[in-house]
């Protein structure tokens, strides 16, 4: 069955860069079916989502973040990424790839239906 | 930046049925956006509960069922079991905000 791991650096400094990359193993990350998504939590707190990609490069971020995100894709690898820029200490979180499956045509109706078991990213000061 | 309001807790004796609200606005669950419900168990990665307001992937039992009304979503667990004691998060999209959001986290303790 498809599987998602994340992997990546647990430890950030204060306004470097955060980048971790979801392997996406079981199936394809190409099948067009699916969206690729990004999701954060801070420690002891609710749930955030911070963008998707497509196979093909399509992008949507939490505009709260546009600016410091990038979200690629690389089909060879069946992996995509994440890369966040001048981290805060507001950056730690566990981060989360998650897979975004359809529900009619509309991306807005979809859910996420395959998580990650997760990586903590603590940035330190 | 949560949109959806959650009570931060809800209990009951084992048996008995609990419900979840999720309130919205009218533009997250009152713009005809449907709601999905999460199940996360500590330090484990959410589980999909519940998609579509009110359909149960395969393997969830279905003590679990969800509704929705106007701006406002819930989540009912029937026939409480120890096993139920996790938290639970409503999920929808926010046409202003442009993005998917969450709702605040509800932890169900079985008594």
């Known amino acids: 069955q498809v599987q998602l791991q994340e992997s990546g650096p647990g430890l950030v400094k204060a306004s470097q860069t955060l980048s971790l990359t979801c392997t996406v193993s079981g199936g394809s990350i190409t099948s067009g079916t699916y969206y690729w998504t990004w999701i954060r939590q801070h420690p002891g707190k609710g749930l955030e989502w911070i963008g998707y990609?497509?196979?093909?490069?399509?992008?949507h971020y939490n505009p709260s973040l546009r600016g410091r995100l990038t979200i690629s894709v690389d089909t060879s690898k069946s992996q995509f990424s994440l890369r966040l820029i001048s981290v805060t200490a507001a950056d730690t979180a566990v981060y989360y790839c998650?897979?975004?499956?359809?529900?009619?045509?509309?991306?807005?109706?979809?859910?996420?239906?395959?998580w990650g078991r997760g990586t903590l990213v603590t940035v330190s000061s | 930046q949560s949109v959806l309001t959650q009570p931060p807790s809800v209990s009951g004796a084992p048996g008995q049925r609990v419900t979840i609200s999720c309130t919205g606005s009218?533009?997250?669950?009152?713009?005809?956006?449907?709601v999905h419900w999460y199940q996360q168990f500590p330090g484990t990665a959410p589980k999909l509960l519940i998609y579509?307001?009110?359909n149960r992937p395969s393997g969830v039992p279905d003590r679990f069922s969800g509704s929705k009304s106007g701006t406002s979503a819930s989540l009912a667990i029937t026939g409480l079991q120890a096993e139920d004691e996790a938290d639970y998060y409503c999920?929808?999209?926010?046409?202003?905000?442009?993005?998917?959001?969450f709702g605040t986290g509800t932890k169900v303790t079985v008594l």
């Open positions: 990609i497509y196979y093909g490069g399509n992008t």
């Open positions: 009218s533009a997250n669950i009152g713009a005809h956006n449907v």
């Open positions: 579509g307001d009110n």
């Open positions: 998650v897979r975004l499956a359809p529900l009619g045509v509309v991306t807005s109706r979809w859910f996420f239906d395959l």
């Open positions: 999920q929808s999209f926010d046409s202003g905000l442009s993005g998917y959001v």
